[in-house]
């Protein structure tokens, strides 16, 4: 059955396959992205690939250009059946360099953002008593790591979003939650964290330093032969999967790569189901 999806972020990358894919499957995609100026790369690929695909304004950071999308597809659609959660942002720079205003933009494009979008389709999804919530997650929302703990710490916080809709809104009112969960995604996106990186004062000269310059030299290099990284394709293949299961898991990898990287913390509970369960059995039975 086609469905009607929105989806964030769709000016470059996973965005815009995440918007083609859904619609060569069938379903009514709008595609919704900050700046209209920047939609040149969506509509190349909706020519090339010859689907239709509605684009529309829409800031995450923004509740009123959230609900004017919404509006928008409820008043020519009737309802919304997928939100994917699509637009982010990355960040390197070491808590003690970054400035307050710095980690409130990477927390709220990354967790306040996603937190805005859910909100404003939930109460139309709670009413059709069925839905998706899908959002693009990272394996840095399971696993910190060096330099990014501000850009973990928002994924972090989707992740407890997402496991704690789950565990109440699911059951009762037939929404379903999940987080993708990718390692290294070979786009623009690891370009443009270095580009705001520069912006915000390149490689600053301290202690940090040789460390810093040891984290992009190997981040670098292995975009160029290691199993980390994956095409925007690629992943958008497991949200495609997960958009089509009649019961989507609450997490999901997208490699064999971000499977073994997370493994010590997901082995016992792959799809996050289990603990769902547990936390229903133990607050709500």
């Not at 069938?26 to 939609?39: E, F, I, P, Q």
Request: hydrophobic residues 40%; aromatic residues 6%; contains cysteine.
């Amino acid at each position: 059955m086609s469905k009607v999806i929105l989806i964030t972020g769709t000016s470059s990358g996973l965005g815009i396959s995440l918007a083609i894919d859904a619609a060569k499957l069938g379903h009514k995609v709008y595609a919704t992205m900050r700046n209209l100026a920047k939609r040149g790369a969506l509509d190349e690929s909706i020519a090339q690939a010859g689907v239709d695909v509605t684009v529309l304004p829409l800031d995450v950071q923004d509740s009123a250009s959230i609900n004017s999308a919404v509006d928008t597809i409820l008043a020519e659609e009737g309802r919304i059946d997928t939100l994917i959660n699509n637009a982010g942002a990355g960040f390197v720079r070491t808590t003690e360099q970054a400035s307050e205003d710095e980690i409130n933009w990477v927390m709220d494009v990354n967790y306040m953002g996603v937190v805005r979008c859910t909100k404003a389709v939930m109460p139309y999804m709670r009413k059709a008593r069925s839905g998706h919530v899908i959002t693009i997650s990272s394996v840095g929302g399971l696993v910190g790591q060096p330099f990014n703990e501000i850009y973990c710490a928002a994924k972090f916080a989707v992740e407890g979003f997402t496991e704690s809709l789950a565990c109440y809104v699911t059951p009762n009112f037939g929404i379903n939650f999940t987080c993708i969960e990718p390692g290294g995604i070979q786009s623009e996106f690891a370009n443009n964290v270095i580009k705001q990186m520069e912006t915000t004062g390149g490689m600053l000269d301290d202690e940090y330093l040789p460390i810093l310059q040891k984290y992009i030299g190997g981040s670098q290099s292995r975009q160029s032969g290691d199993d980390i990284y994956q095409t925007v394709d690629e992943v958008s293949a497991v949200v495609m999967e997960c958009l089509e299961s009649p019961e989507p898991p609450i997490r999901q990898r997208t490699s064999v790569w971000g499977e073994k990287f997370t493994r010590l913390k997901t082995e016992l509970d792959p799809a996050g189901t289990k603990q769902q369960a547990a936390v229903i059995d133990e607050f709500l039975s």
